[in-house]
């Protein structure tokens, strides 16, 4: 099946099935903007208890806060929001669409990877078994000359982006015959900056109100809020503060459904250190993001680093861990290390000393950063779409399954009596009754066994559980798995330990350590 079908199945699937709607669909949706739906919170929910636990309860030195959207404006000063959170945007003036020039360009530098890509793919499909994918890369003619192309491109691009020349970004689409996907002409405006940042006023007078924003990024709330922090919980360096909220910008480009919304939620972690120490804990935080993905079974192949040749002006390293979506690999998690860039501004705009005193060096001063951020509709994208699977049964029967990893599935099992009468409703709510307590049940008792079963895989709930006329003569039921499914007699007895095996999050989090 083409990607592209593919990923229209899905979100498709998504909806169908309760998991992400479309905002305001009933007036024709908001753009970019999603709801989640009653399958959908749940996922939604698991993904933030697992990093929220992997953060706060294996970490004794990384606690949480919730911190607000609304904030002091001169905060978006101090970050360098108000003056550079921009995107350079162009128009085309025959489909009057807009896009962000970096997004054309850099979708112009893939295409001479997919050609390099393709060369590689067909010589291996050529010399079978002894093909060396590496020296190939290294020394085929054609391979260098796409190699030497897609270089020049971007070290041009990364210049002009570096020194935000608009001019150039523009002759740059044209020099290289980049065309409007919708029109098909190179009939570009300009290039303008655009600030993603949403503002609102704050007050009821016009006179005495203030223009406020919807914040872009949830860290600001953690480092204005380090010295409560590092006071109230008499923290020592180093250590993190982790919160989980809502952010908002004004996309230009908005697409590819929760991939890039204007308004997500992020999961930032802020670890601060002493300085001089940031890189090696840079290197500590990017090996142990990546174990946190890994952990969920995923496959290592669907990952990789990205690491930044472009580093913002105040970043002295900077990756991101990105995930093979069905439109191909795509940022998932940023990983940065910001030295002291926003606590010495917030010293500066604020008037206030924003210091630690560490009591082994017997000095006063400002803590470096690293970052961990990671958007939760991206992750929730990322497993979503990995586990979407049409799948051929043996009986040439097709079913859609949710291979979820089982400790986010929404469900933790479904309970179904065969029938609808002798009692065996009530049984199979005596086994909810007992089980609800440690996970979400769900009691299904419409339609044939085998479209429950079907219903319950296209959600992704792991287990099934039929409660059957045996059962009553011998407190036993049959067991379904999802993946296999596979089914076994076991004791009502059992069905806690064995759910408890598969779904739990402890197991999750303890592959962590
Ligand atoms: P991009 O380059 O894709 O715009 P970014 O580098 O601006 O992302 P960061 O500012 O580093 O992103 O934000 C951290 C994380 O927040 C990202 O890795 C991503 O998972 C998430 N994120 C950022 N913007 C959006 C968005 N518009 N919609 C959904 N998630 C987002």
Redesign the pocket.
């Known amino acids: 099946m083409a990607q592209e079908d593919l990923f229209k199945k899905i979100v498709a699937h998504a909806k169908e099935y309760g998991f992400v709607f479309q905002s305001s669909e009933i007036y024709d949706g908001l753009s970019?903007v999603y709801d989640y739906g009653q399958n959908g919170v749940e996922l939604k929910n698991n993904i933030k208890r697992y990093w929220w636990n992997a953060m706060t309860q294996l970490h004794e030195n990384i606690v949480g806060i919730d911190s607000s959207i609304f904030m002091h404006p001169t905060i978006w000063k101090a970050s360098g929001h108000v003056d550079a959170f921009n995107d350079p945007l162009i128009d085309n003036r025959d489909s009057k669409k807009r896009y962000r020039a970096d997004v054309l360009i850099e979708d112009e530098i893939a295409k001479f990877d997919d050609k390099i890509n393709k060369e590689v793919a067909k010589a291996a499909k050529k010399f079978g078994e002894n093909f060396d994918e590496k020296l190939y890369r290294e020394t085929n003619p054609r391979v260098l000359e796409h190699a030497k192309k897609r270089d020049e491109l971007h070290e041009r691009y990364a210049k002009a982006m570096n020194d935000m020349n608009l001019e150039e970004l523009r002759q740059i689409i044209l020099d290289y015959g980049i065309v409007c996907p919708i029109s098909g002409t190179k009939n570009w405006t300009d290039v303008r900056q655009f600030n993603l940042m949403f503002s609102t006023e704050m007050g009821s007078t016009s006179e005495g109100s203030m223009k406020v924003y919807l914040r872009p990024?949830t860290a600001q709330g953690i480092f204005v809020n380090f010295l409560n922090v590092q006071k109230t919980g008499r923290m020592r360096l180093p250590f993190g503060i982790a919160q989980i909220g809502k952010?908002f910008?004004n996309?230009i480009v908005?697409r590819q459904f929760?991939?890039?919304?204007?308004e997500?939620e992020?999961m930032?972690m802020q670890f601060f250190v002493r300085p001089g120490e940031e890189l090696e804990w840079f290197k500590k935080w990017k090996a142990a993001r990546l174990k946190w993905h890994l952990a969920l079974g995923m496959g290592e192949e669907n990952y990789r680093y990205h690491d930044h040749e472009k580093l913002a002006h105040y970043a002295n390293a900077a990756t991101?861990i990105e995930f093979l979506m069905p439109f191909g690999f795509?940022?998932?998690?940023?990983i940065?290390s910001r030295t002291d860039f926003d606590l010495s501004n917030h010293e500066k705009f604020s008037g206030k000393k924003i210091q630690y005193f560490d009591p082994e060096l017997n000095k006063s001063y400002v803590p470096y950063v690293i970052e961990t951020?990671?958007?939760v509709?991206?992750?929730f994208l990322s497993v979503f779409a990995h586990s979407y699977e049409e799948e051929t049964l043996e009986n040439g029967e097709t079913r859609v399954v949710l291979h979820l990893p089982a400790p986010l599935a929404p469900i933790k099992a479904a309970v179904m009596p065969l029938v609808r009468k002798d009692g065996l409703p009530d049984k199979a709510r005596e086994i909810i009754d007992s089980l609800k307590f440690d996970f979400k049940m769900q009691y299904d008792e419409k339609d044939s066994i085998g479209k429950r079963y079907r219903r319950q895989d296209a959600v992704g709930t792991p287990f099934c559980i039929t409660v059957d006329h045996q059962t009553l003569e011998d407190n036993t039921v049959t067991i379904r798995h999802r993946d296999t499914m596979e089914q076994s007699r076991v004791s009502i007895d059992d069905l806690h330990s064995i759910l408890n095996k598969e779904v739990s999050m402890t197991e999750l989090l303890k592959k962590l350590l």
Do not use: L, N, W, Y
């Open positions: 970019a990024e952010a910008r996309e908005a929760i991939f890039r919304m204007r997500f992020q930032e991101d795509k940022e998932v998690e940023g940065h951020s990671i958007g509709d991206r992750m």
